[in-house]
């Protein structure tokens, strides 16, 4: 059974960072395009980043874009989030999700996902 399983959230202060990982096992991670979606109390699940296959293309929301700095490393089987400059509304669970796609373009509605993990909390205080 495939696993995605992401670590490094935390409380953090506005203006600090923060590094998620997100481990994934049981399949073929190199034919995979991986994002990490998040979800705030109350608010429906929203797109954040999104990295195709190889690594080479990447695709930010607009509210992170500039802070935020998705990657992956095949060889680890292991996708990455780097969030620098946190503020307040970063506040939300976590998740990263897998879309078996060997393309260039990458979907950023969460349909598209195969499998998802269990999520990490991230809470940024003012």
């Known amino acids: 059974q495939v696993q995605l399983v992401e670590s490094g959230g935390g409380l953090v202060q506005a203006g600090g960072t923060l590094r998620l990982s997100c481990a994934a096992s049981r399949l073929t991670f190199s034919t995979y395009a991986m994002a990490w979606f998040r979800q705030a109390p109350g608010k429906e699940r929203e797109f954040v980043a999104a990295i195709n296959w190889s690594g080479r293309f990447t695709y930010y929301a607009d509210s992170v874009k500039g802070r935020f700095t998705i990657s992956r490393d095949n060889a680890k089987n292991t996708v990455y989030l780097q969030m620098n400059s946190l503020k307040p509304e970063d506040t939300a669970v976590y998740y990263c999700?897998?879309?078996?796609?060997?393309?260039?373009?990458?979907?950023?509605?969460?349909?598209?996902?195969?499998?998802w993990g269990q999520g990490t909390q991230v809470t940024v205080s003012s």
């Open positions: 999700a897998a879309d078996e796609n060997s393309g260039v373009l990458v979907a950023r509605t969460q349909d598209e996902y195969d499998y």
